[in-house]
């Protein structure tokens, strides 16, 4: 199949962005999908789900990531990074990306740089999916990965602050459809789940009131086995794949699947 371009984003933090891009990556890389993530987060947390922070750092500090590909012209190619997993690379993030949004106001069609940049790789064939890490605003660089995405995935966390701010985020995609009419939100992924507590279920019934919004079959509950993983600089999946969690993001990754051989 041709490459799928996913993005994960949610203006609000928190919602499970970095953990829900890695773990599925993984979940997909186990189903035999070859898959590149793109850390976009200057905090990063995506690459850091795959190597400890001695070579995030360094990646970060080097003329070959997200920021460089973004304001230097530095090529796709030179920035992806080998993980130690079958089918898995990263294109890892700088915490120079903290000051990316006023560098890219200046550039030339400034909405499309991640596009144009990722447009090599993704035609090449060499990955089935190509999952995008978003930081946690609606700004250029946000603009810039939904403009390059096919489809978008907003983690959601459920809490009573999960869903405020979920308008802004529909009315953002909206906008961005404007530059690139082919995206379509792939879904709403439910996260950080304690199904003891009935806010669950009111997020579910309020997310089920949204027309046309799909929403996963699967939702992530809250499970430690997540932490000693992100611990340990593994998606959790890789870490303990007999775990709740990763029988969760496997079932999401199916979903995934199935979603974009239609």
Known sequence: MDTKVIAFANNKGGSGKSTGCSCIAA?????????????????L?????????????????????TYTLLTKDAAARDCIRRTEYENVDVLPSSTLMSGVEYELFAKWQRETILKRALAEVKDSGDYDYILLDAPPTLGCLVMNMLVCADHLIIPLE???????GLANMFDFVENVKGINPELTVLGVLV????????????????????ENVHVFGEVIR???AKEWAQDNSKPVVFYR?????????ETVAREIVALTSK
């Open 191 to 210: 996260t950080k789940v304690d199904t003891r507590k009935n806010y669950f279920k009111q997020t579910i019934d309020d997310l089920g009131k949204l």
């Open 45 to 65: 947390n995506l690459t850091l789900s795959f190597f400890d922070e001695e070579r995030a750092f360094e990646f970060a500090k080097s003329a070959f990531n």
């Open 158 to 164: 459920a809490s009573p602050w999960g869903l405020f």
């Open 241 to 249: 794949p007999s775990s709740r969690a990763s029988k969760e993001f």
């Open 222 to 224: 809250l499970d430690s």
């Open 27 to 43: 979940a997909l890389s186990r189903q035999g999908k070859r898959v590149l993530c793109v850390d976009g987060d200057m905090q």
